[in-house]
């Protein structure tokens, strides 16, 4: 299964970032070997909207099972839903931190948006 989290950073040790839309990065890891990979969202950092949207397509374009944030707006979700992405919120910590609170069953499942729309 592939984990996309939101991050700040390039790495494992990033802080997470609580924007999905507008993350800096997102970390791609592989449960079954523990690989990774950066890919670099700044293309939606400043986008006027859509940026939930074109992020949620990337996430999807990168092999993605599972998106874990800290928030996820509207568009985003139904985006992500439609995908048949699971969307999992309250990353908190570094990517390593928040992907072993995955792992560990400790984070739950977000059945809908989590903050409103950008405008």
Known sequence: MKIAISSQGKDMGSPCDMRFGRAKYFIVIDSDTGDFSAHDNSQNLNAPQGA????A?????????VVVSGNVGPKAFTTLKAAGISIYTGAAGTVQETFESFNSGKLKKTEMATVEGHW
């Open 52 to 55: 939930g949207i074109q992020a």
């Open 57 to 65: 397509k990337n996430v999807n374009d990168f092999g993605a099972d």
